[in-house]
């Protein structure tokens, strides 16, 4: 390198032992850039690691904001902004700021691998990855990484892996718990033939696990219906259930997914239940010529109430998103991702207070958790990476003039079968 600016001469042996210092430093810094960065401790005495220094804890979104759930991503990452910005105002965490760095994958795996790739060695922990067919690709790097991760992802398949956390309920529980909604309430009953429209992929397969389960053990039997993200008409579906002669119709798809299905079962006069699971609905929904379908005939069971909840933290969340982000429309997307952003913001806490913040010690404060409430739905319990953090869900129904477009139905719950459902799956 040349210098163009005067120095002092040094001698020979004092230049060698510069040049020494130098070298050792450099394979210093290679070594810890392909371990995953520095852990040294900080200033404050903190021991750090990958996205965090002195003024800083930076966090990763690896999100769809083009893609099939591009209204819940954007949702998804206003929210998390918006406790990150809160969060900031209140001084942050361990006296650091968060940061959140965010990369669009548009629902494609490939572009998801790259995103993490770009940003993973960046980041301390993941509040959100949109997608089971996301988080499935990047299991073994998250796992060696020891890179906390919230997926917006529900899938069982996710569970047992100590680095990522599914919050709330499993795809399967939800089914278990739409089978049991229709069978108290008489909308179906012994002998009857139930359709389930789903997903290919493990968001589908789970899902549909759990409904043949259910209606096994209620003397039901179910019919699936196999579809792409891509497919936006289920006029032929439509068709095949009704031929089928069903009496009911469950659902894990995405939004426009359960538009179609209930615009084009009510036009072609099938006019049975439908029941979908959290990601199947937006409150967009109700601008959509389907509205008054979904109205009708549709509920959803989630494990997080209706933003519409009385519940106090969700109203000043609600109030809170309103006023920065004025004209948003404030939906399940919003309170997932609080959610996530606030427990995670927990874990940081608590690995701040135990002295280390490297990436390992934070799954290790978020795993000693075991009664995580946020006051935005039920208690989790996050110690048990086999089992699922909850097992209650709410039952909601589309309404046009509610916040959100839901209202709740039945509040949180336990359906009768988890348990044994669960026993048998080990």
């Known amino acids: 390198m040349n210098v163009t600016h005067p120095r002092p001469r040094t001698t020979r042996t004092a230049a060698l032992a510069a040049a020494l210092a130098a ?51 954007k949702s998804i990452v206003q929210a998390q902004q918006m406790w990150a910005d809160e969060t900031n105002a209140a001084g942050g965490i361990c006296g650091r700021k968060v940061e959140i760095v965010v990369k669009d994958h548009g629902y494609d795996v490939q572009k998801a691998v790259t995103a993490y790739a770009d940003i993973s060695p960046d980041v301390v922990a993941l509040p959100q990855v949109i997608g089971s067919p996301v988080v499935a690709a990047l299991l073994d790097d998250v796992e060696r990484d020891h890179m906390l991760t919230f997926p917006q992802a529900w899938a069982a398949s996710l569970l047992g892996k100590d680095s990522v956390q599914v919050l709330g309920t499993t795809y399967d529980l939800d089914m278990i718990a739409a089978v049991d909604f229709l069978t108290r309430t008489k909308k179906v009953a012994k002998g009857d033939t139930i359709g389930h429209v789903y997903f290919e992929g493990d968001y589908g397969a789970n899902a549909l696990e759990g409904s043949t389960w259910a209606a096994e053990k209620a003397g039901m039997k179910v019919v699936g219906q196999k579809i792409k993200a891509t497919d936006t008409d289920l006029s032929a579906q439509v068709s095949a259930l009704s031929k089928a002669g069903v009496k009911a119709v469950l659902i894990s798809a995405g939004p426009a997914q359960t538009a179609s299905l209930a615009g084009v079962a009510a036009s072609k006069g099938l006019t049975v239940p439908i029941v979908s699971s959290a990601p199947g609905y937006a409150p967009q929904l109700m601008k959509t010529p389907a509205a008054k379908a979904l109205e009708t005939m549709v509920h959803v069971v989630s494990a997080a109430p209706a933003v519409s909840s009385d519940l106090p933290g969700v109203q000043k ?36 207070e135990g002295g280390s913040l490297t990436r390992e010690d934070v799954v ?63």
Do not use: W
């Open 23 to 73: 070298v050792l430093l450099a394979g210093t810094a290679c070594s810890s850039k392909a371990d995953g960065g520095s852990t040294d401790d900080g200033a404050d005495g903190v021991k750090a690691g990958p996205g965090v220094s002195d003024k800083a804890i930076k966090l990763g979104a690896l999100t769809d904001l083009t893609g099939p759930y591009a209204t819940l991503g």
């Open 364 to 426: 290790k404060a978020h795993r000693s958790q075991h009664n995580a409430d946020t006051g935005l739905g039920t208690p989790q319990n996050f110690t048990d990476v086999s089992a699922p953090a909850s097992r209650s869900t709410y039952v909601l129904k589309p309404d046009a003039k509610a916040a959100g477009g839901l209202v709740g139905v039945e509040e949180a719950h336990q359906a009768p079968g988890v348990d044994a459902y669960l026993a048998e799956r080990g």
């Open 317 to 352: 969340m609600v109030a809170s998103y309103g006023k920065k982000y004025p004209g948003s429309p404030v939906d399940s997307g919003v309170l997932s991702g609080y959610n996530a952003a606030q427990l995670i913001g927990a874990d940081l806490k608590k690995a701040c």
